[in-house]
């Protein structure tokens, strides 16, 4: 399994980004796709989990310090899971990683609390939001 993220950078407090994740050599239906982030100073085991989205169905799920202000999709078309992020604040700045784990086309995620139950990850994208 392979995950390629992309769409970070820079941008103003208050303003949107989109984040993309190219998922390959995966049954994409059958994986459960998330996003985590990892602010500077915190250890890799601590990330954050932002959302999941169970891609056969659609269920999402979603951090509580996230919620509804990020919103994740999938393209099935294209095997990719997108992480659209508006009223972005400085305190949402980490590098963005896109993990996966195989839910068996269920409608459950692994706990976003728990970053080990995802067994594949990309090597994250960086987002900065200035103040």
């Known amino acids: 399994v392979q995950l390629v993220e992309s769409g970070g950078g820079l941008v103003q407090s208050g303003g949107s980004l989109t984040l993309s994740c190219v998922a390959s050599?995966?049954?994409?239906?059958?994986?459960?796709i998330a996003w985590f982030r990892q602010a500077p100073g915190v250890a890799g085991k601590d990330r954050e989990g932002v959302s999941c989205i169970t891609v056969g169905d659609g269920t999402t799920y979603y951090g509580n310090s996230v919620k509804g202000r990020f919103t994740t999709s999938t393209d099935k078309a294209k095997n990719t899971v997108y992480l659209h992020m508006t009223d972005l604040k400085p305190e949402d700045t980490a590098v963005y990683y896109c993990a996966a784990d195989d839910v068996y086309g269920s409608s459950w995620c692994p706990r976003l609390s728990e970053p080990l139950e995802f067994d594949y990850w990309g090597r994250g994208t960086q987002v900065t939001v200035s103040s």
């Open positions: 050599d995966l049954i994409f239906n059958d994986y459960g």
